[in-house]
């Protein structure tokens, strides 16, 4: 048994992770924990002197103080011996000779009460000079003890015309420097109503403070009649001393008029603590001590504090890490912390003398603290079965049965683990795990979800989840166990070049954070295709904002120039801000998503790719949408970032003409819009395409500079087109040059929009440092009233 307990405070939760089944790693701890529970505590440090009573009644009573029931239970002051009178039940323990009963001891503090003389009470005949009150005084001293008044406490006064004064001193030889003196006047408004309520401070009431370091106070309670009405409101007033801890007490103010009631019936008044600080007795300070260490009480591991309420004495106190009596030998113990698990349920706790340390098993990142990044998973490095080293650690039968009960679940399971694995590697798992470890920026920014998490998340991929299919994989709505709405973005599968490139991705995606651009959650590689995990966009994607016939509300050409302003923004951010450039190369109405309050928002990055700085364009399999597609890329299959912004030049026309980018009913030769709006710009016939909705919005130059602009992007030769920083600066000047319509507002959406006359730029949403002159629109003053 006794070396089984030595054991079991070894094995620690953390210990599991080296089975590869936790659940029956954590059955056999459950066990081991019942078993614990016999072991002896071996950590009882002393609290009172060896044959010394611990408690007295309920209180615990420690070294220095001490009940007297021997000699030397207490430290050599009869200041600090604890009478304990039994005849009480439960008993009662008084403060040496005093008569206030103790009612707690704290480091640094003694809590005693005796509500008969923390009391001051008068009470008026109906003419003045008939007092009937017990007192109208409180008078407390401690002089020459170790115990001074705290500042905890304060003198409340009750009454609706009384003066309570207090004076205090902390030597009643010596006036200065510590002499006090104070006061405060209770008051109330009359004539007072039968049910009118008395608060503490406020109506009928008033509190006075008392500064630290004094051992002896005086109060005098006294009434102010003669210099208010000439009458007493209601007979009765009082003065309290002690900690009134609720700040604001409540009372009826009649109750005023009879003693008895009110004592009866403001009990937490009667009761009130007064809290004394105590010291170690002594006129040297810690410093002489210090240099002769025999007079000083102070134990091991334990360091000598001064008084701080101006009159000598001191303190000892642990030193940080340890636990204990520190005013007893041996001193202050090593806490070990491990008992309050300080580490992560996956960290493992080293006990130091004095601290602690928390680390990782591994394959697991980050500092092991609870409170700091704990210990985290990248799923898929490699567990050590281990469970052969379990057996022999003496449990026998009782492990054995277990064992049985639970190794079919552990064959099933480790079958699926090694499955999940497998998938992991093969989808660039460890490579991530790599970038990961050795990556500041990235560390923490992705989260590994696991496919269980997934997988309930989507209602097992139900079909209903599908929020689109396209080209790269199809996209589910999800929710996770904490309520947020996922989008979970199902890839094509992966070949094994992809991996390193598709990885890439996940690490420049997860660090981009751009209002206009869809957050990268996380991903999970553990399935047999990776998925990818995105915040949820609730309004739908452009296109069916331009081209559904059914929705309600005509898209208002500001709205579209907000917009196309929004886009250009995040594709310029993309392509120079970033810190290494990303080429969309996919985009298009349909993958611009808009969110609640119609801010448009660029996602689907499945195939974009960043490129290494010197490099100027990519030779790949073309890729992209028909009706996009830059056709130099197609012609040469080189991707240049001037192939973003030929597609962005036709999102452009779609948002001016309201046509989509491929028609299926017109000639061959005029099926794209592209060619279609050239053709138009070059015979300056542009009203024949422009979107009727728009056309009449008396925005002529606005929609003329837009055409022109997107006549730019849709150049044949890329190198004639502007970068996307130039597009979006132009758009972005455009949209600064409108000038308010004579509505003022626009319906937009159901919604309206008020123009603002300027527009704020702010950097902010940048996040990288990189030169960003490009300004940007995402503080767009909006002043949205909903209809
Ligand atoms: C109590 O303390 C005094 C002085 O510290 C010592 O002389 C005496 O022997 C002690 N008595 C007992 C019973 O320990
Ligand atoms: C204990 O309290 C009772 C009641 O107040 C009192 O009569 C008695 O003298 C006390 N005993 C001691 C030892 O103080
Ligand atoms: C004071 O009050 C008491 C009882 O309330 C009464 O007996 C006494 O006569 C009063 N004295 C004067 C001077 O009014
Ligand atoms: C008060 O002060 C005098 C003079 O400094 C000193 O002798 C005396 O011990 C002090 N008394 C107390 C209770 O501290
Ligand atoms: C005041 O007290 C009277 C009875 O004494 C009661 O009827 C009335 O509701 C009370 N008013 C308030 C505001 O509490
Ligand atoms: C309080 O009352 C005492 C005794 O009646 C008196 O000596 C003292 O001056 C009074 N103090 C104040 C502040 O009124
Ligand atoms: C009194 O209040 C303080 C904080 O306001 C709190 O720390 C303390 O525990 C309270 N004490 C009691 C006896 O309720
Ligand atoms: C308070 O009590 C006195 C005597 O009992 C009485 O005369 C007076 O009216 C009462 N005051 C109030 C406000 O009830
Ligand atoms: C301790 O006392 C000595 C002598 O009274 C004094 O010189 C020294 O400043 C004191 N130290 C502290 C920390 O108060
Ligand atoms: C715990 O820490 C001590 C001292 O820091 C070290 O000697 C010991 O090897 C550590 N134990 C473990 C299990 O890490
Ligand atoms: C924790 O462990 C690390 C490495 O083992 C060591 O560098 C560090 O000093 C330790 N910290 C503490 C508080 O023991
Ligand atoms: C975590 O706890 C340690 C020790 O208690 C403390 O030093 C550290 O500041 C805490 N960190 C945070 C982030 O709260």
Redesign the pocket.
């Known amino acids: 048994m006794i070396s089984s307990c030595g054991i079991m405070k070894r094995l620690r939760s953390p210990w599991c992770h080296h089975f590869a089944n936790h659940r029956l790693c954590s059955s056999i701890m459950s066990m081991l924990f019942l078993l614990s529970m016999v072991c002896p505590s071996s950590n009882a440090s002393a609290f009172t002197k060896p044959g010394c009573q611990r408690t007295c009644g309920n209180l615990e009573i420690p070294y220095p103080f001490g009940i007297e029931i021997g000699p030397n239970c207490s430290i050599s002051s009869p200041w600090f011996d604890i009478k304990c009178n039994t005849s009480f039940d439960p008993p009662k323990a008084y403060l040496a000779d005093t008569p206030f009963e103790v009612v707690d001891i704290s480091e640094t503090q003694i809590y005693v009460k005796n509500s008969r003389l923390q009391l001051a009470m008068a009470c008026y005949g109906k003419e003045l000079d008939n007092k009937t009150g017990s007192s109208t005084k409180i008078s407390i001293e401690f002089l020459h003890s170790p115990y001074t008044f705290s500042d905890a406490n304060q003198i409340t006064s009750l009454g609706c015309d009384d003066l309570a004064t207090v004076e205090g001193a902390s030597n009643a030889s010596v006036w200065k420097p510590s002499k006090f003196g104070g006061g405060c006047l209770s008051y109330c408004c009359s004539p007072v109503e039968p049910n009118d309520t008395g608060s503490c401070p406020g109506a009928g009431c008033c509190r006075t403070s008392i500064p630290k370091g004094q051992r002896y106070l005086n109060v005098n309670l006294s009434d102010m009649h003669s210099n208010w009405q000439g009458f007493k409101i209601f007979q009765c007033s009082f003065a309290f001393l002690g900690m009134m801890n609720s700040s604001d007490f409540k009372f009826r103010l009649y109750d005023l008029n009879d003693s008895t009631t009110f004592l009866n019936k403001y009990t937490t008044l009667t009761d009130l603590p007064l809290v004394l600080d105590w010291t170690v007795p002594g006129s040297r300070n810690c410093s002489e001590l210090a240099e002769d260490s025999a007079d000083l009480a102070c134990q091991q591991n334990s360091d000598c504090i001064d008084s701080d309420t101006g009159v000598e004495g001191y303190r000892c106190r642990c030193r940080e890490g340890y636990d204990g009596n520190p005013y007893l030998a041996p001193g202050c113990q090593d806490i070990d912390e491990c008992n309050d698990d300080p580490c992560d349920s996956n960290g ?1 706790c ?4 004095g601290s602690y ?1 928390c ?1 990782c098993p591994d394959g697991y990142f980050g500092d092991g603290r609870r409170n700091g990044s704990g210990c985290f998973q990248v799923p898929g490095s490699r567990d050590k079965v281990a469970i052969g080293a379990g057996l022999g650690s003496g449990m026998g039968l009782i492990l054995l049965l277990s064992t049985c009960f639970w190794l079919k679940r552990f064959l099933k399971k480790r079958k699926n683990k090694e499955q999940r694995e497998k998938f992991f590697k093969r989808n660039g798992g460890l490579l991530l795990q790599q970038q990961i470890s050795k990556d500041e920026d990235v560390y923490g920014k992705i989260r590994f979800f696991t496919s269980k998490e997934l997988d309930k998340a989507s209602d097992h991929f139900n079909e209903s989840r599908i929020l689109g299919q396209g080209g790269q994989g199809t996209v589910y709505k999800g929710m996770l166990s904490d309520g947020k709405i996922i989008a979970i973005k199902k890839s094509k599968l992966v070949n094994e070049k992809q991996v390193k490139q598709f990885i890439n991705e996940v690490v420049v995606l997860s660090q981009i954070n751009h209002r206009n651009i869809v957050k990268l959650l996380g991903c999970c590689l553990e399935t047999e295709v990776p998925l990818l995990v995105y915040e949820f966009i609730s309004h739908g994607t452009l296109f069916n904002h331009i081209h559904d016939e059914s929705i309600e509300f005509p898209f208002s050409w500001s709205a579209r120039l907000k917009i196309s302003v929004e886009v250009a923004g995040a594709l310029a951010y993309l392509h120079s801000a970033a810190s290494l450039p990303i080429y969309h190369r996919d985009i298009k109405s349909s993958n611009i998503l808009l969110d609640e309050k119609y801010v448009a928002k660029v996602s689907d990055f499945g195939i974009s790719r960043s490129i290494e700085v010197d490099q100027t364009h990519l030779t790949t399999q073309v890729k992209g949408t028909f009706g996009y597609l830059d056709p130099e890329y197609f012609q040469s299959s080189q991707f240049t970032e001037k192939s973003d912004v030929y597609s962005f030049g036709v999102i452009l026309v779609e948002l001016l003409s309201g046509q989509k980018p491929v028609s299926s009913n017109t000639k061959e030769e005029e099926r794209s819009l592209a060619t279609r709006f050239l053709l138009c710009m070059e015979g300056n016939n542009l009203d024949s395409i422009l979107d009727t909705r728009v056309a009449d919005q008396d925005r002529r130059e606005e929609l003329i500079a837009v055409a022109k602009l997107a006549q730019k992007c849709l150049n044949l030769n890329g190198k004639l087109r502007p970068t996307m920083k130039e597009v979006a600066m132009e758009l972005e000047s455009v949209r600064m040059s409108q000038t308010l319509p004579t509505t003022a507002k626009t319906e937009y959406q159901g919604v309206w929009l008020r123009k603002p006359k300027a527009i704020l730029i702010s950097e902010d949403d940048y996040t990288s440092t990189a030169d960003t002159t490009t300004p940007s629109s995402n503080d767009y003053p909006l002043t949205i009233h909903t209809s």
Do not use: A, D, E, H
């Not at 080293?350 to 003398?353: P, R």
């Open positions: 493992i080293n006990n130091t003398v340390n680390s």
